[in-house]
């Protein structure tokens, strides 16, 4: 039996590093150490760098799971990462070179982001998005109570422009030499359920999960199944 990985959790854009709070009380109660990392939302190869940090810094193996436009992030951190021993991609984005969040989440009918989102101006240039408050829990989180949105509202983390029409850089896509776990919902209204299915098969997932009336947050929704499939991983990483 080799050494116990470490979960790493990249949230991905309109979210934050408590969005997984769920699945870390689970993966707790398994014994499994995990970390929740702060994904900065600037652009895919600079959050990719820092999020290779946090796994050096961890210095031990690590199951790399990400939500989202973390998927992005994940698949670039893992390219070449001996340390990486799997991939949990949830609800995320699990692209090809040159793919990008925005290209993905249009490439099947029925993501209703666009017309959610609120645009201004950062001093670095280009713009940022987030989800107007008041389109957040019929966006992000419909499965959720109305109260527990309003709070998910509040502290979703802005995203740039500039993150979602990143391309993967990386030659090879993680995903194409590391084992890849799926698990998303059926009612994703960011990410389709058409996308989501297309990329797991493309990626060969060693199991997928989709979860029937789940919204896009369905790691707070939903975090039995989302646990079930990080520990599927886990599982094989550590034989």
């Not at 702060?38 to 990400?66: F, H, K, M, S, W």
């Not at 990143?166 to 389709?192: C, M, Q, Y």
Request: proline residues 5%; negative net charge; aromatic residues 6%.
């Amino acid at each position: 039996m080799s050494e116990q990985p470490v979960i790493v959790l990249v949230h991905g854009a309109f979210a934050e590093s408590a969005s997984w709070n769920r699945v870390i009380q689970r993966l707790h109660g398994n014994q499994r150490t995990a970390v929740a990392v702060a994904n900065p939302l600037r652009g895919v190869e600079g959050d990719a760098t820092y999020v290779r940090d946090v796994i050096a810094g961890i210095g031990r193996p690590v199951v790399l799971v990400g939500h989202s436009y973390g998927g992005m992030v994940i698949t670039q951190a893992a390219a070449g990462n001996p340390a990486v021993r799997a991939l949990v991609y949830v609800a995320a984005f699990a692209p090809e070179p040159g793919e990008n969040a925005f290209l993905l989440s249009g490439k099947f009918e029925g993501s209703t982001l666009g017309s959610a989102l609120e645009a201004y101006p950062v001093a670095s240039g280009g713009n940022e998005f987030r989800i107007a408050g008041d389109k957040f829990h019929h966006q992000f989180c419909a499965d959720l109570d109305a109260g527990e949105a309003a709070l998910m509202a509040a502290t979703q983390r802005p995203v740039t422009e500039r993150a979602l029409t990143d391309a993967l850089t990386a030659k090879e896509p993680a995903w194409r030499t590391t084992p890849s776990w799926f698990v998303h919902g059926e009612r994703d209204l960011n990410i389709p359920a058409a996308a989501l299915r297309f990329m797991a098969e493309r990626a060969g997932s060693r199991g997928t999960r989709e979860v029937d009336g789940a919204s896009h947050a369905v790691a707070a929704s939903q975090p039995d199944a989302v646990t079930a499939t990080i520990l599927d991983a886990a599982d094989q990483a550590q034989e």
